[in-house]
């Protein structure tokens, strides 16, 4: 069974999508720029703290989505050593008295 991500219209899509959250950072700046050069001894507003989270996602996202695509929902695989160790993997969702991490005897405790 094919992935959604797998398919060639979601892998187009998703870059197109990062493409346009790259091309939105830009007015997103312009404006928090001309909001903040208003009035620059004052302090910050909620709405240029919003406006400055919103530059960051979009600028993340889009640069995420444009280099990575579908990349970023392909599930990778752990090695023993990470997943032996994730709660999730013994039952009823417990790390065993057994199972813990020794400390190295030339560690101090």
Not at 33 to 61: C, D, H, I, K, W
Not at 64 to 91: C, F, H, N, Q, Y
Not at 96 to 106: C, I, L, P, Q
């Amino acid at each position: 069974m094919t992935r959604w991500y797998d398919h060639r219209g979601a892998r187009i899509l998703l870059r197109i999508a990062g493409l346009m959250l790259l091309a939105s950072a830009w007015p997103e700046e312009g404006l928090l720029r001309r909001l903040v050069m208003a009035n620059p001894a004052e302090g910050m507003t909620p709405t240029q703290y919003l406006l400055g989270a919103l530059l960051f996602l979009s600028a993340t996202g889009g640069a995420a989505l444009t280099a990575m695509g579908a990349g970023l929902w392909k599930p990778v695989s752990l090695s023993e050593r990470w997943s032996a160790s994730l709660p999730s993997a013994r039952p009823g969702g417990r790390i065993a008295e057994g199972h813990r991490h020794r400390r190295d005897s030339s560690t101090p405790a």
